[in-house]
C-alpha cells in the first residue's frame, strides 16, 4: 500500500532554533500534501494545505513566517518551524494524497520538543 | 462549515467484548467518510471508509455504515482484542469553504481493551 514516510520522527532542540522535518511519499506521486498539528490527547489540526509547485494554502490562524512550507516535487515536502519556542512543541502530522479522489496517507508524526 | 461528532472517551473494554463508537457529521454535499487509527507514538492509519449512502465499510473485523439519513458512521466490532487499543478518529472529506477537498475530524476516542 502507499506509504508516507515522515523524518525525523523526533526532535529535541533549543529554543530559537529553526527545524526541519521532511515527508515524502515512497510509492506515488503526492499532487497535494497537507500538515497537521496533533495536541495531547485532541485531534489532528490541519496547519495547511500545498500543490506541488503552488504556495501553500494557510488556516486561519496560522503563521505563514513561522511554519515555511515547501513542496517542491512531487514526492517531497517540508515543514520547517522556524525560530522555534517551547509553546511550538507539538506532534506534527504529514499527509499526502495522489488526486482528488485518492484518500490521504499519513506518515508516522514527529515529535518536537522545544526546550 | 464541515464537522465531525464522536463520542468522548476513554473506552475500556474487556477483550471479546462488543464495540460501538459514535459519529455523527454535518457536511455540505456529499462526504465521503472515514475512520482512522492511531497508535500509541504513531501517525493516523486509515481503517475504512464509505464514499456514498448506505455504504458499509470494513476492515480487520471492523465495520461503519454510512447512514444518510441520520448522518451518522459509527464504528462497529463484534469481538475487540487487546491491540485494537489505540485512538479512533471519525473523518469526513468534503469541499471546504476554501473550494478544496479536505479531511475534517473528529476528537477522536481512545479505546482500551483489558485481558
Known amino acids: 500500500g502507499a506509504v508516507v514516510s515522515q523524518h525525523p520522527s523526533w526532535v529535541i532542540c533549543k529554543s530559537g532554533t529553526s527545524v526541519k522535518i521532511e515527508c515524502r511519499s515512497l510509492?506515488?506521486?503526492?499532487?497535494?500534501m497537507f500538515w497537521y498539528r496533533q495536541f495531547p490527547k485532541q485531534s489532528l489540526m490541519l496547519m495547511a494545505t500545498?500543490?506541488?509547485?503552488?504556495?501553500?494554502?494557510?488556516e486561519q490562524g496560522v503563521e505563514k513566517d513561522k511554519f515555511l512550507i515547501n513542496h517542491a516535487s512531487l514526492t517531497l515536502s517540508t515543514l520547517t518551524v522556524t525560530s522555534a519556542h517551547p509553546e511550538d512543541s507539538s506532534f506534527y502530522i504529514c499527509s499526502a494524497r495522489a488526486s482528488l479522489n485518492q484518500p490521504q496517507h499519513f506518515g508516522d508524526g514527529t515529535r518536537l520538543s522545544i526546550l | 462549515g464541515n464537522s465531525v461528532t464522536q463520542m468522548e472517551g476513554p473506552v475500556t473494554l474487556s477483550e471479546e467484548a462488543f464495540l460501538t463508537i459514535n459519529c455523527t457529521y454535518t457536511?455540505?454535499?456529499?462526504?465521503?467518510l472515514f475512520w482512522y487509527v492511531q497508535y500509541p507514538g504513531e501517525g493516523l492509519q486509515l481503517l475504512l471508509k464509505a464514499t456514498k449512502a448506505d455504504d458499509k465499510g470494513s476492515n480487520k473485523g471492523f465495520e461503519a455504515t454510512y447512514r444518510k439519513e441520520t448522518t451518522s458512521f459509527h464504528l462497529e466490532k463484534g469481538s475487540v482484542q487487546v491491540s485494537d487499543s489505540a485512538v479512533y478518529f471519525c473523518?469526513?472529506?468534503?469541499?471546504?469553504?476554501?473550494?478544496?477537498?479536505?479531511?475534517?475530524f473528529g476528537k477522536g476516542t481512545k479505546l482500551s481493551v483489558i485481558p
Open positions: 457536511a455540505t454535499g456529499y462526504p465521503s
Open positions: 500545498s500543490n506541488e509547485g503552488s504556495k501553500a494554502t494557510y
Open positions: 510509492d506515488f506521486q503526492a499532487t497535494t
Open positions: 473523518a469526513l472529506s468534503a469541499l471546504s469553504g476554501a473550494g478544496s477537498y479536505q479531511l475534517t
